[in-house]
């Protein structure tokens, strides 16, 4: 494996930047998604049931199926992988939102908006920092999904290390297929912790501003 990295670093070098920039492409759009629907769905509960209804479907549904699915509406490439990976990752962040929001204590609210603050400013000073850490371990939770799907993006011509795995087995190369697993379980892990840590350092100074 290292000695094929080291005898192509420019191919595996475009696969790694391919990757991140389709799943960080998806995560973006996740992220601006399902954040304000989240909220919206806040607002309009009788909108919620059906809408967390759909979003459990997409959960259900593998992620190859959705890059297929992509195929005869938007072809092959960049564009329909990054759609289907959005599909695919959009569910946990958008049911975190949800449930964050919601799970806010009504008595903190209800003190807010008693001591004169206006809708808009309960949401931003009182339920959006509090639903933070839930809202966040969406962001991680979407963030491992969409590394690890985005390895299928390859079957319809999205790039990235996908395609060092699917040329590994189709021309019998090991190494380049060894390498391009290992590297998709790399990026997958250090995604995770990066979150993570992320998450700790923000609960951590939640914390230290509610004291």
């Avoid at 008595?107 to 400013?121: F, K, N, P, W, Y």
């Avoid at 963030?143 to 299928?152: E, K, P, R, Y």
């Amino acid at each position: 494996m290292w000695q094929w990295i080291g005898d192509n670093p420019g191919i595996f070098g475009t696969a790694v930047s391919n990757h991140l920039q389709l799943s960080g492409v998806a995560l973006a759009a996740v992220i601006l998604i399902a954040l304000p629907l989240g909220l919206l769905l806040t607002r309009y509960r009788g909108l919620a049931n059906a809408a967390i209804a759909i979003v459990n479907i997409l959960r259900t549904v593998p992620s190859l199926a959705l890059l297929v699915i992509m195929l005869p509406l938007l072809g092959t490439g960049f564009l329909p992988s990054a759609v289907a990976l959005v599909l695919y990752g959009l569910p946990a962040l958008l049911l975190n939102t949800y449930t964050g929001l919601v799970e806010v204590d009504a008595d903190i609210v209800e003190a807010a908006r008693g001591q004169g603050l206006s809708d808009r400013q309960v949401m931003t000073r009182i339920e959006i920092p509090l639903a933070l850490p839930v809202i966040f371990a969406g962001i991680r939770t979407a963030a491992v999904q969409i590394v690890s799907a985005a390895t299928l993006a390859a079957f319809i011509g999205g790039g990235g290390l996908g395609e060092l795995i699917t040329a590994g087995m189709a021309n019998f190369n090991f190494p380049q297929l060894v390498a391009g697993a290992v590297a998709v379980a790399l990026l997958a892990l250090l995604v995770e912790l990066a979150f993570a840590g992320l998450e700790r350092l923000l609960t951590r100074q939640l914390r230290m501003g509610a004291a």
